[in-house]
């Protein structure tokens, strides 16, 4: 992976509106994985976890045993931290029982912002907070419902790239393209 892989990812993928619960699952765990990283470790890493994360079939990682987790910890394919691995498979069986009580975990998740994107309208890096109180909102509930490894800051980054807040830059050329897709 090279920076042209990450500018892809800009300008494909990231705020684009995900309804997916399987892409939610992944950006969910990608971003917890993420943690005291930079997003582009993980990027360079991503098609590996897909691999070995059963195409983050949420039902499949909830059966990780704790072998499964011991071989993980083994994979220089991933990021071989222990409390990662045994989150990102708690937090799949928490996902199971959202998708259960909601229909969907993408039926859950919108509702913390009414059902639309979050348009955002910041000119330089400084302007972009860590968190917001969508955030903080979404964070909380999810802590609530057992979830682990989603602190504010990292909610706010998984609202970003899973299209829930849409904070390309005014003078970005995906923010225009983005917005007429939901408009």
Same mark, same amino acid.
């Given at each position: 992976?090279?920076?042209?892989?990450?500018?892809?990812?800009?300008?494909?993928?990231?705020?684009?509106?995900?309804?997916?619960?399987?892409?939610?699952?992944?950006?969910?765990?990608?971003?917890?994985?993420?943690?005291?990283?930079? =997003?582009? $470790?993980?990027?360079?890493?991503? !098609?590996?976890?897909?691999?070995?994360? &059963?195409?983050?079939?949420?039902? *499949?990682?909830?059966?990780?045993?704790?072998?499964?987790?011991?071989?993980?910890?083994?994979?220089?394919?991933?990021?071989?931290?222990?409390?990662?691995?045994?989150?990102?498979?708690?937090?799949?069986?928490?996902?199971?029982?959202?998708?259960?009580?909601?229909?969907?975990?993408?039926?859950?998740?919108?509702?913390?912002?009414?059902?639309?994107?979050?348009?955002?309208? =910041?000119? $330089?890096?400084?302007?972009?907070? !860590?968190?917001?109180?969508?955030?903080? &909102?979404?964070?909380?509930?999810? *802590?609530?419902?057992?979830?682990?490894?989603?602190?504010?800051?990292?909610?706010?980054?998984?609202?970003?790239?899973?299209?829930?807040?849409?904070?390309?830059?005014?003078?970005?050329?995906?923010?225009?393209?983005?917005?007429?897709?939901?408009?």
């Amino acid at each position: 992976l090279d920076k042209v892989d990450y500018v892809a990812y800009h300008d494909e993928e990231w705020g684009v509106p995900v309804h997916d619960d399987r892409q939610q699952f992944e950006f969910l765990t990608l971003e917890a994985a993420q943690a005291g990283l930079s =997003w582009y $470790t993980v990027l360079r890493k991503r !098609a590996h976890y897909r691999r070995v994360f &059963a195409d983050f079939d949420p039902e *499949k990682v909830a059966r990780f045993s704790e072998k499964k987790i011991e071989s993980l910890m083994h994979n220089p394919g991933i990021i071989r931290n222990r409390l990662k691995l045994n989150a990102a498979v708690h937090n799949a069986r928490c996902f199971l029982a959202v998708q259960s009580e909601f229909g969907s975990f993408d039926d859950y998740i919108w509702r913390f912002v009414d059902g639309r994107p979050i348009v955002n309208a =910041w000119r $330089t890096e400084a302007d972009y907070p !860590a968190t917001s109180t969508e955030s903080d &909102a979404l964070s909380k509930d999810l *802590k609530g419902r057992g979830f682990k490894f989603v602190g504010s800051t990292i909610v706010y980054a998984h609202m970003q790239a899973a299209g829930l807040v849409n904070d390309h830059a005014v003078d970005c050329f995906r923010r225009p393209e983005i917005l007429a897709a939901y408009a």
